[in-house]
């Protein structure tokens, strides 16, 4: 079957989520996934400024767009946490008594990122969306409730890359694949 004109994205399958080094670059080696990956919503949006005189607008011009981002996933991870706040994680002990803890100085500024989405396609494939050096500059929480699963969620916004300018990529697929972490 061909790859259809428009995707029908339906529910969500995988949440990736890739640090930057200080040069922009991907560190792939540390990209991890949000487990049980339950919202990844985003918006572009640009404030303007206008030129106003005369008792009317003579003109209007952007700042350039960013996009606004929400996630959420069911559970914690601490890899997930850590690319999404920085801190450091640490390992002590052995089986059956190991312990990983994160911690977070408030020296530790919070990281760039890149946020990566995939649905399946329900006229087939499958549709990813990507969104460039994104920095969660809104709330991190973490929610325990009496009788409720832990929820983590977190807001930002997507700058796009320096080198290529690039904000967001929707990408249609014919054939789903699969979210990697590579």
């Known amino acids: 079957m061909a790859l259809a004109g428009y995707a029908l994205p339906f ?3 995988q949440v990736k989520i890739v640090p ?9 080696a540390d990209a991890v ?10 918006g572009e949006t640009e404030e303007f400024e206008e030129l106003q005189g005369d008792d009317r607008t003579i003109a209007s011009h952007g700042s350039g767009p960013t996009v606004d981002w929400e996630l959420e996933g069911g559970g914690i991870s601490l890899d997930v946490w850590k690319a999404l706040a920085g801190g450091t994680i640490a390992s002590s002990g052995t089986t059956p008594a190991e312990v990983r803890t994160l911690t977070k100085k408030t020296s530790d500024s ?3 990122f890149n946020v990566y989405g995939r649905a399946i396609s329900d006229n087939g494939g499958d549709f990813h969306m990507v969104v460039y050096r994104c920095k969660a500059d809104g709330d991190l929480e973490a929610n325990l409730e009496n009788g409720s699963f832990q ?10 890359n320096l080198d290529d300018e690039k904000l967001y990529d929707f990408i249609h697929n014919e054939t789903a694949v699969p979210l990697t972490i590579s």
């Open 110 to 112: 919070r990281p760039y």
């Open 33 to 42: 996934f949000l487990p049980a990956s339950r919202t990844f919503s985003f």
């Open 11 to 13: 529910g969500l399958r």
């Open 151 to 160: 929820l983590t969620s977190a807001s930002g916004k997507g700058y796009g």
């Open 20 to 28: 930057l080094d200080a040069a922009g670059e991907e560190v792939t």
